[in-house]
Each structure stands twice: as C-alpha cells, then as structure tokens.
C-alpha cells in the first residue's frame, strides 16, 4: 500500500488519498459500464466505522432492512452532513 495506509479503518477513511482512489475506480467502472455523465458520483464520503464483518451498513446499526436493503431515510438522516459538505465542496447549491 502507499504512504497513506493505516490499520485502523477510520483513519484510512478520512484520508483524502484514499477518497480520491475509491472515486477513481468508481468512476472507472462507471464509464466501463458505459453510464451517463449525470449517473456518475462526482464525490465520496467513506465509512470508517464497521462492523465484525467489515460492513458500514448493517440491520444492527438501522441502515438495512433485516433483508438487506438499504433505509434511505435512515442514510440520508445520518449522512446529512457528509452530502451538504460534498455538495458545497463540488460548488452545488444545497437543497433545504
């Protein structure tokens, strides 16, 4: 790994090299997958704090229904921040 690596997740997490190499592949597979420029996420928020499983989200933490799919309200409550700050670091107005 680079310079950048670290044991402890959360730490990893707020590293600017590690957001910047997640974006890098997401976009990678997303122009691969031949999406349109408006499908690919410009900004990424990374999760540092994980379960045993190494999962972010989880049905223990309310992120996942007990059949795994993901509780938008519940996100978006958590992550509310994180967005407003990608949104205001991209120089997008945030919605109220």
Known sequence: ????Y??????????????KRILEEIVAEAKAG???TFEIPKAV?????TNELGQGFSV???MLTPTFKVKRPQ???RYV???DQMYAQLGETVNA
């Open 60 to 62: 223990e933490n309310d």
């Open 34 to 36: 031949k999406l349109k």
């Open 1 to 4: 790994m680079g310079g950048w």
């Open 6 to 19: 670290d044991e402890d997740n959360t730490v990893i997490a707020t590293k600017p090299e590690a957001k």
């Open 45 to 49: 928020h990374l999760e540092g704090k």
């Open 75 to 77: 996100l978006l409550k």
């Open 81 to 83: 921040l994180q967005i």
